[in-house]
């Protein structure tokens, strides 16, 4: 996936629409979705594999003039990542897997993927309804909204905590790192519930900001730090996502600190 921003100016309206005219004076291309997250990785000192699903390039365009104006999608169906000889030659070069699951196609063998993963932990950002092909993920990583799919509504943060660690002991999932953008985001695992408060209350963009909390968990994990310890890393991440226009690149140095 690409993200695209077209930046420009405004001062008329189309002479066919009640629509503003936008004159575009600037366009970025940045990496998105599983490439931001690979980016993310290698800029925080973790090594990174790449396997996409095959298919045209999604793009994802953000038109701004003084504001968000539009955002114009280009989603183009992409061919399942197969558990074959490619995959597995990676996968043994790799101590573990990040997946992310945007509903596009590429891993719709995701179950297989972590059958043939020879245990080696996958953190998934999920899509969709069917949350039983992840059976077996060490981390599953959704928004509210995505948790919502996963356990259901709940009335009060005590019945959320308490529906997490049901499904955790019903899905074979090891832990949930959920975020919640300026509210922070908590881990759970089937004996303990952690809360990260947010690092920065004021965001000025919030997409990339689940991309970068976990990019930020997994090259803590990678750098043997524990499931607890991974999160405030994520947080801080995360907090440096939403400081910034657009998906972003956050290094070694700004989450883990000077070596």
């Not at 599953?140 to 009335?155: A, H, I, Q, T």
């Not at 943060?157 to 899905?171: G, I, N, P, T, V």
């Not at 004021?202 to 043997?224: C, F, I, N, Q, W």
Request: glycine letters at 10%; one cysteine or more.
């Amino acid at each position: 996936m690409r993200d695209e921003y077209w930046t420009g100016y405004a001062r008329r309206l189309s002479p066919v629409a009640p629509v503003p005219v936008i004159s575009v004076t600037h366009r970025e291309e940045r990496p998105g979705a599983a490439a931001n997250v690979a980016a993310n990785i290698e800029a925080m000192g973790v090594p990174c594999e790449r396997i996409y699903g095959a298919g045209e390039r999604i793009r994802k365009i953000t038109v701004t003039a003084g504001q968000h104006v539009a955002r114009l999608d280009f989603d183009h169906p992409q061919r399942a990542i197969e558990p074959d000889a490619a995959f597995m030659e990676a996968l043994g070069r790799c101590d573990l897997v990040v997946a992310l699951d945007y509903g596009k196609g590429s891993l719709a063998n995701i179950a297989a993927l972590i059958a043939a993963g020879q245990g080696k932990p996958f953190l998934i950002d999920p899509k969709g309804h069917d949350y039983a092909k992840y059976r077996g993920a060490a981390l599953l990583k959704p928004n509210r909204d995505e948790m919502r799919e996963l356990v259901g509504g709940w009335g009060d943060r005590e019945e959320m905590d308490y529906k997490a660690r049901q499904f955790l002991h019903q899905s074979a999932v090891e832990a949930i790192l959920l975020t919640q953008s300026a509210e922070g985001m908590t881990l759970y695992t089937r004996t303990e519930t952690l809360h990260a408060e947010a690092t920065n209350s004021a965001p000025v963009d919030v997409s990339g900001a689940g991309e970068a909390a976990l990019s930020a968990y997994a090259a803590a994990r990678a750098k043997g730090y524990s499931a607890a310890q991974a999160v405030p890393y994520a947080s801080r991440a995360a907090g440096i996502a939403i400081s910034r226009h657009g998906t972003t690149v956050c290094t070694e140095g700004e989450v883990f600190g000077p070596r």
